[in-house]
């Protein structure tokens, strides 16, 4: 079985503020999927990120970094001086080999106040 | 063209109704899902198709039904619906995770009300 935990419910910042959003996953493959997906109020999932659980390499994307860490079990998702238009729901999610069911975390909202 | 279309973003139909819900997509992708999705919470997996046949059913109520006409174009026929029902429905596709660096595209989703 899969499962994707995120402990922070809610994340409340002040504009230009660091947050890190935590993920912690199980899985008992060996070549899994990782994901952070952000859906705003309009309700769309939008993609952020995919990480194959044989690549190791931090990432960073502009504002944006990941830290995957396979001894741990997680993948962090930091976003750098943060703005209003960041705020939504963030959802870390796991996708085994066959890719035909994609297990999501609870969700973390995120609030950027100015 | 890289997005999942859906119709209607937003819909109200009474217990004795019948609907449906359209998905459409034009990557090339060869699974599809419906993905029901209630307020603050994760969406959770309903149906999927693969090749155009369905490969998982969630144990939904057979209200829901899913229908695949082409590997394109993804349905959700909605029949006597309870007012629990009431949700955000996400359609989505992937193409298998060994190919390319993405995985799975989001529609924007059907915002459904029963009244």
């Known amino acids: 079985a899969q499962k994707v935990t995120q402990a922070q419910t809610e994340i409340s910042v002040v504009e230009k503020e660091d947050v890190t959003l935590d993920c912690v996953y199980e899985t008992r493959d060996t070549t899994y999927y990782l994901f952070w997906y952000k859906q705003p109020p309009s309700g769309e999932l939008v993609f952020l990120i995919r990480r194959n659980s044989f690549d190791e390499q931090n990432e960073i994307s502009g504002r944006y970094s990941w830290n995957f860490q396979k001894s741990t079990s997680s993948f962090n998702f930091t976003i750098t001086a943060s703005q209003v238009v960041d705020s939504a729901v963030y959802f870390c999610?796991?996708?085994?080999?066959?890719?035909?069911?994609?297990?999501f975390g609870e969700g973390t909202q995120l609030t950027v106040n100015p | 063209d890289t997005e999942v279309t859906q119709t209607p973003k937003h819909l109200v139909m009474g217990m004795t109704n019948k609907k449906s819900l359209k998905c459409e997509q034009h990557m090339g992708h060869r699974a599809m899902y419906w993905y029901k999705q209630k307020a603050k919470k994760p969406p959770e997996l309903m149906f999927v198709?693969?090749?155009?046949?369905?490969?998982i059913n969630e144990s939904v109520p057979s209200r829901f039904s899913p229908e695949c006409p082409n590997s394109s174009l993804l349905n959700l026929h909605l029949h006597a619906l309870q007012p629990e029902d009431s949700a955000l429905y996400l359609c989505?596709?992937?193409?298998?995770?060994?190919?390319?660096?993405?995985?799975?595209?989001f529609g924007s989703g059907t915002r459904l009300t029963v009244v």
């Open positions: 989505a596709s992937s193409q298998p995770l060994d190919r390319g660096r993405y995985g799975y595209t």
């Open positions: 999610a796991l996708s085994g080999l066959s890719g035909s069911r994609l297990t």
């Open positions: 198709y693969s090749y155009e046949k369905l490969s």
